[in-house]
């Protein structure tokens, strides 16, 4: 079945860093998008950062600029999220989602993880 499971979360202090990841399963990563989504606590979701398919297109929320770094390894069906600098403000569950859609009004293909806590605090 399709899966998509984060892990590399947990507790940091401010200043500190965690690396998440998010293994996929049942689909062709290859194929899709990746993003890091996120989700504080009281708050709705925010998008946090993006890479393309092929790893060499990436985005980031002006937040998050200069401290995050996405990436992936195909090769291993991961995406990583390299959080540095971390803020009590970062704290949130993490998601990781996969996105396809190769033409407008064909299929669109979208999954989720089930999320990793990451809290900073002092």
């Known amino acids: 079945e399709v899966q998509l499971v984060e892990s590399g979360g947990g507790w940091v202090q401010p200043g500190g860093s965690l690396r998440l990841s998010c293994a996929a399963s049942g689909f062709t990563f290859g194929d899709y998008n990746m993003s890091w989504v996120r989700q504080p606590p009281g708050r709705g979701p925010e998008w946090v950062s993006a890479i393309n398919s092929g790893g060499g297109t990436t985005h980031y929320v002006d937040f998050v600029k200069g401290r995050f770094t996405i990436s992936r390894d195909n090769a291993k069906d991961t995406v990583y999220l390299q959080m540095n600098s971390l803020k009590p403000e970062d704290t949130a569950v993490y998601y990781c989602?996969?996105?396809?859609?190769?033409?407008?009004?064909?299929?669109?293909?979208?999954?989720w993880g089930q999320g990793t806590q990451v809290t900073v605090s002092s």
């Open positions: 989602n996969a996105d396809l859609r190769r033409n407008r009004g064909g299929p669109w293909y979208n999954y």
